[in-house]
């Protein structure tokens, strides 16, 4: 009754979608309804079934939420 408010994302639609600022994979998180940019620190939200892909509507991942990756 209550899941309504997740609609369900094609999988297709996943595979095709990058992250619009760094043009990244994305990893979809069905708990929290967004879709990740590790590259870019970024949560793009999920609403209704729709990926809102919008730099303005993305959070900033948290520290802990960023797998730490050693560069150089």
């Not at 899941?3 to 069905?30: F, H, M, S, W």
């Amino acid at each position: 009754m209550a899941t309504q408010n997740r609609a369900a994302v094609d999988p297709k639609l996943l595979e095709i979608l990058v992250c619009p600022l760094t043009k990244g994979p994305l990893r979809y998180d069905e708990a929290k309804q967004e879709l990740i940019s590790q590259k870019a620190g970024l949560a793009y939200p999920i609403r209704d079934g729709i990926p809102i892909m919008l730099v303005d509507e993305a959070r900033e991942l948290n520290p802990d939420e960023t797998p730490s990756t050693a560069s150089g």
